[in-house]
């Protein structure tokens, strides 16, 4: 009963927010009882059920489930459930034996295509909503002034800030990701949403060596790695809290004059190693988690 109210009450008070923003993919309840380690996302008219492995969720699935079919009004076709272990930070990247549901969703003026069942992840992170609006903003002001803006976008998964990018004005976006699967879907959604991909590049490769021999500079770099990443395809592994010093450096190093960084993190246990960086940044997590997540779901720091 607990569980069921509290989701009345959330999916009342975000449907607002939700239309205010506006978007309608966004998170409705976030293990807000902690007897309860689920989370609950909307999809436009589907939702997305995950449960978080812990020991009190055991014995939960069915009432969990019924509480959300009938609060959200949705059948079996439209509820999505899933289990996650937390876990090294590469879950995004791993194929379900399932068939897709790919549907398309709004953010601002955007669209993103998901896909609910083929991943773990659904193909657009939405705690990162505010800030892919606030670059987007920063974009916009340059090129109004008549400006070229270049822009690099690492570990860009399906490009929903590449997207943004494009759409505020920037001259040449490069996304870059190890996955020929997420750029294809990147792509997709600049089709999308009628952008052309003329004059914008989407590289595939192991960001590790990328950004070492990469000679070009930009005005915005976004930089949001996994946590933690290991693949056939790469040289080692990317371990964030080992790794980010290093990252930070060399996408500094490749920033125009006057250029901004945006790093991002959803490592919870996250340490700046303010010592080994070139550059200190302000740390703006407070105005890039968005009201429907919980603080801490990621931490965010502005270089420039």
């Given at each position: 009963?607990?569980?069921?109210?509290?989701?009345?009450?959330?999916?009342?008070?975000?449907?607002?927010?939700?239309?205010?923003?506006?978007?309608?993919?966004?998170?409705?309840?976030?293990?807000?009882?902690?007897?309860?380690?689920?989370?609950?996302?909307?999809?436009?008219?589907?939702?997305?059920?995950?449960?978080?492995?812990?020991?009190?969720?055991?014995?939960?699935?069915?009432?969990?489930?019924?509480?959300?079919?009938?609060?959200?009004?949705?059948?079996?076709?439209?509820?999505?459930?899933?289990?996650?272990?937390?876990?090294?930070?590469?879950?995004?990247?791993?194929?379900?034996?399932?068939?897709?549901?790919?549907?398309?969703?709004?953010?601002?003026?955007?669209?993103?295509?998901?896909?609910?069942?083929?991943?773990?992840?659904?193909?657009?992170?939405?705690?990162?909503?505010?800030?892919?609006?606030?670059?987007?903003?920063?974009?916009?002001?340059?090129?109004?002034?008549?400006?070229?803006?270049?822009?690099?976008?690492?570990?860009?998964?399906?490009?929903?800030?590449?997207?943004?990018?494009?759409?505020?004005?920037?001259?040449?976006?490069?996304?870059?990701?190890?996955?020929?699967?997420?750029?294809?879907?990147?792509?997709?959604?600049?089709?999308?949403?009628?952008?052309?991909?003329?004059?914008?590049?989407?590289?595939?490769?192991?960001?590790?060596?990328?950004?070492?021999?990469?000679?070009?500079?930009?005005?915005?770099?976004?930089?949001?790695?996994?946590?933690?990443?290991?693949?056939?395809?790469?040289?080692?592994?990317?371990?964030v809290q080992r790794d980010h010093a290093l990252l930070i450096n060399q996408s500094l190093n490749r920033l125009n004059r006057g250029g901004v960084l945006y790093f991002s993190t959803n490592l919870r246990t996250f340490e700046l190693a303010e010592g080994n960086l070139i550059q200190t940044p302000e740390e703006i997590s407070h105005m890039t988690v968005p009201e429907?997540?919980?603080?801490?779901?990621?931490?965010?720091?502005?270089?420039?």
């Amino acid at each position: 009963m607990a569980f069921l109210n509290r989701l009345k009450k959330r999916k009342k008070h975000l449907a607002k927010f939700a239309r205010r923003w506006p978007t309608d993919a966004y998170r409705v309840y976030d293990r807000d009882i902690p007897e309860y380690p689920w989370t609950v996302d909307m999809y436009g008219d589907h939702v997305f059920l995950q449960e978080i492995k812990h020991r009190q969720s055991r014995g939960q699935l069915d009432e969990v489930t019924e509480a959300v079919k009938s609060v959200f009004e949705v059948d079996d076709s439209n509820l999505h459930v899933r289990s996650r272990q937390r876990h090294d930070g590469q879950s995004q990247y791993e194929k379900r034996e399932t068939e897709p549901c790919v549907l398309t969703v709004t953010e601002g003026e955007l669209d993103f295509e998901v896909d609910l069942e083929s991943y773990i992840d659904t193909g657009l992170f939405l705690d990162h909503r505010n800030l892919r609006r606030q670059v987007a903003e920063e974009i916009r002001e340059r090129a109004d002034k008549g400006h070229k803006v270049r822009v690099l976008n690492l570990f860009c998964y399906t490009g929903a800030f590449s997207v943004w990018a494009a759409h505020a004005g920037a001259t040449q976006v490069v996304s870059v990701d190890l996955s020929n699967t997420y750029l294809a879907w990147a792509q997709r959604n600049f089709e999308k949403n009628n952008l052309d991909t003329f004059g914008h590049e989407f590289v595939r490769s192991d960001i590790m060596r990328f950004l070492p021999k990469h000679g070009q500079n930009y005005d915005f770099i976004i930089l949001d790695p996994p946590s933690f990443s290991k693949s056939k395809k790469m040289e080692g592994t990317l371990d964030v809290q080992r790794d980010h010093a290093l990252l930070i450096n060399q996408s500094l190093n490749r920033l125009n004059r006057g250029g901004v960084l945006y790093f991002s993190t959803n490592l919870r246990t996250f340490e700046l190693a303010e010592g080994n960086l070139i550059q200190t940044p302000e740390e703006i997590s407070h105005m890039t988690v968005p009201e429907d997540f919980r603080p801490g779901i990621h931490r965010t720091f502005r270089f420039g």
